[in-house]
């Protein structure tokens, strides 16, 4: 109980409830400017800093760059949005046809402008995979 109520005590003292709260704005208005760059990028659900952004194959019927569970041949796109993002210094879960958004809770606007920019690199490969 001593550990919990010491995460508690710093999650006040940092104010870490607020900047997620603000951060979590940000982050959306982000995305959506993004999403004017990229057609490949589908629905984007978060809950706070907690988020999962949808990597689309065809534009019109919402299809995933790479259907769940797929394996092989079906992941190569998604292996090499992956790969990108990784290469800029990027460490996040990139599986199928979503790349999960999971910051710490201690991130300002800068750092999460910086690790958008990666991911808008990346999402240019999918954008060039993508069916209108």
């Known amino acids: ?5 010491a995460v508690i005590n710093i999650y006040e003292s940092d104010n870490l409830l607020e900047n997620t709260r603000k ?3 940000y982050l959306e208005s982000r995305i959506e400017e993004m999403r004017k760059k990229h057609p ?4 984007f ?3 706070g800093l907690l988020g999962c952004l949808d990597v689309l194959k065809n534009k019109t019927t919402g299809e995933l760059i790479a259907p769940y569970n797929a394996a092989g041949d079906d ?3 998604t292996n090499l949005i992956a790969a990108k993002v990784r290469a800029l210094g990027l460490y996040t879960f990139v599986r199928w ?3 999960f958004i999971a910051p710490p809770l201690i991130i300002n606007e800068a750092q999460i402008d910086e690790g958008l920019a990666i991911i808008s690199q990346a999402l240019s490969i999918a954008d ?3 069916i209108q």
Not at 1 to 5: E, F, I, R
Not at 40 to 43: A, E, L, N, P, W
């Open 1 to 5: 109980m001593a550990a919990a109520l």
């Open 23 to 25: 951060m979590s704005v």
């Open 40 to 43: 490949s990028m589908g629905t």
């Open 45 to 47: 659900r978060n809950t």
């Open 75 to 77: 992941l190569k796109v």
């Open 97 to 99: 046809g979503y790349i």
């Open 128 to 130: 060039e995979h993508l």
